[in-house]
């Protein structure tokens, strides 16, 4: 039986869901101003963790929203602002997420969520999306005032879980915290949302890479 870390953000839960929104407000710039608002959101974190200065990830989220309607001069309001970021509460599960969550829980592995986000933000997003009863419980790095990939994250996450690093998988489609993770000596499996995305070529490479997670029950033992 294998400890299963499933990363939420842009692994279970689909952060491209603010685009339809987007749409609405600033139309045929939704995409990119999407993909900047993630990519500036974890720089964010990185810069946060490395000053040793914490803040919330949602404070990340908040102030990356901000940098980006500057960079991409599109003069959202404050109101249309505030919808955005109650947006991250609400966002959709990729469609293969309940069904390999299923699987695996019927395999006999302990299923946790471990995220970036606070565990009430979590908690929130799993429940919309109904996921969150797969899961024994959710390990948030706020306890640590730390971002993935910092070791003592993923050294938290062992001390809640009780469980072993050689037991522990870690599930994202975050290569960064494939590579945090393999640093910290767990097994990982990097799921590649995006073909056309290559991996870091670093010396920690994950143990499975997969296009989705509906093929991820059958790289693992069950029980």
């Not at 400890?3 to 869901?17: E, P, R, S």
């Amino acid at each position: 039986m294998a400890t299963l870390a499933f990363d939420v953000y842009g692994t279970l839960i689909d952060t491209q869901g603010v685009v339809s929104l987007l749409e609405q407000m600033i139309g045929g710039q939704a995409q990119q101003f999407s993909r900047h608002w993630r990519e500036k959101q974890l720089e964010y974190s990185f810069r946060r963790g490395l000053m040793q200065d914490y803040q919330p990830f949602s404070i990340c989220t908040r102030d990356a929203l901000q940098f980006t309607d500057t960079l991409m001069a599109t003069e959202l309001s404050t109101e249309q602002q505030q919808q955005l970021l109650q947006s991250y509460g609400t966002l959709p599960a990729f469609s293969d997420a309940q069904p390999a969550l299923d699987a695996l829980q019927q395999a006999g592995h302990q299923l946790y969520a471990f995220s970036n986000g606070q565990a009430e933000a979590v908690d929130q997003l799993l429940r919309h999306a109904d996921i969150r009863d797969y899961f024994q419980s959710i390990v948030s790095v706020d306890a640590v005032h730390s971002f993935k990939p910092s070791p003592s994250v993923y050294q938290h996450f062992l001390h809640q879980s009780r469980s072993h690093s050689n037991k522990t998988w870690l599930i994202s489609g975050n290569p960064f915290d494939i590579t945090g993770a393999r640093h910290a000596g767990w097994h990982a499996a990097w799921i590649r949302r995006d073909p056309d995305q290559p991996f870091d070529p670093w010396e920690q490479q994950p143990d499975i890479t997969l296009s989705g997670l509906e093929a991820l029950h059958a790289h693992l033992k069950p029980a």
